[in-house]
């Protein structure tokens, strides 16, 4: 179990003019992703660096299960938490499997005890452990590394982890083949994570919980569909993209823009829960006038390409405004 609490936050640098963070109030719930979003020197990885104490805030408190992280000693916290960065930091002198069971050797573990959580955590993070724990870092692939990086921070079998841009460097098909990867793991090992990215469509692939941050602020919280919905700045608008009609398609769900069902439930079906854009295209390339909008096997709407836009319409034109006057 691992519940965050971010209270009044605050952390000012010494000699800086302005808080790095400032008076961050915010809860993670147990198991979910949160994703932190924004732009460069927003406050992102200083609030995640005080999370495991490597800074220590100003004023304000981070809560643990209700705890204050400044109850335990720091290096018990620090090793109870994972921490994925980008520049992954294996140990080059070190196999695979020496650099996966790094943490639970410190704490005692024997190689016979740990050594089959470690081929589980390789297997985890998509790596063949017979064909990778007995090689040496500089003998894999920057993304590979990286799945390394991951399947460390999950040896100690920490409640939370943490993650800094840890693909920002991979290539675009590397980085999305490793969002579908944690998201898997997210499902599989229920942690909670929190994420920092610059990356928007990371953010609202990868994200129960988007958090956008501006000069130290928090200026929205919510899951994705709110935020692309109902942006509550221009800020965030345009930031998401919210006026791109391609993002909204790919990202609200059908649930948020079905209408009752009305005399379709023998048609075509949709999950609820499939993008708006899976829906619009099953339209066009079928010709049908609506689809049946299922859940757990029942009809509990139905949608058409007039209700998508209905629906659609006032966030896009708000945002669309948004941007212009900006
Ligand atoms: N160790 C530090 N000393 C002084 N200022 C810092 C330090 N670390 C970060 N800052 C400043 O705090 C602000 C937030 O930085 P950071 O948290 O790294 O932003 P982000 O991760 O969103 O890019 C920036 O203005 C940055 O220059
Ligand atoms: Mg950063």
């Known amino acids: 179990m691992a519940t965050i609490e971010f209270v009044g936050v605050t952390k000012r640098f010494p000699g800086a003019s302005q808080a790095a963070v400032d008076t961050v109030n915010l809860t993670v719930p147990d198991g979910s992703l949160c994703m932190l979003l924004g732009t460069s020197g927003s406050g992102k990885t200083t609030l995640l660096r005080m999370v495991n104490r ?5 004023s304000g408190e981070i809560r643990i299960d209700g705890s204050p992280n400044t109850a335990q000693d720091q290096i018990a916290l620090r090793r109870s938490i994972g921490y994925v960065i980008q520049q992954v930091g294996l140990f080059p002198h070190m196999t695979i499997a020496e650099n996966v069971r790094v943490v639970p050797s410190i704490e005692g573990k024997s190689k016979q005890e740990v050594d089959p959580r470690v081929d589980e955590l390789l297997s985890l993070v998509g790596l063949e452990p017979k064909e990778y724990r007995n090689r040496y870092p500089r003998q894999l692939s920057g993304g590979q590394q990286q799945r390394v990086g991951l399947a460390r921070a999950l040896a100690a079998d920490p409640a939370l982890l943490l993650m800094d841009e840890p693909f920002g460097a991979l290539d675009a098909i590397t980085r999305e083949r490793l969002q579908d990867e944690l998201r898997r793991i997210q499902r599989d090992v229920h942690k909670t994570i929190i994420f920092v990215t610059h990356d928007v469509q990371e953010a609202l692939k990868l994200g129960d919980q ?3 941050m501006s000069d130290g602020h928090i200026i929205q919280a919510g899951p994705p569909t709110e ?7 221009p800020f965030v608008a345009r930031l998401l993209g919210a006026d791109n009609v391609v993002s909204l398609y790919e ?3 059908v649930s948020t823009v079905m209408e009752p069902p ?3 439930a023998d048609g075509m079906r949709i999950a609820a829960s499939a993008p708006v ?3 619009l295209v099953q339209l066009v390339q079928t010709n049908q006038p609506a689809l049946a909008v299922e859940e757990n096997g029942t009809v509990v709407g139905q949608i058409t390409q007039a209700s998508i836009y209905r629906q659609l319409r006032t966030p896009i034109e708000t945002a669309q405004a948004a941007t212009a006057k900006a």
Do not use: D, F, K, S
């Open 262 to 264: 009305n005399g379709y």
């Open 277 to 279: 854009l899976q829906a």
């Open 227 to 233: 935020l692309l919905l109902h942006p509550a700045t």
């Open 54 to 58: 490597l800074i220590e805030p100003t």
């Open 251 to 253: 990202h609200v769900p």
């Open 210 to 212: 988007l958090v956008v």
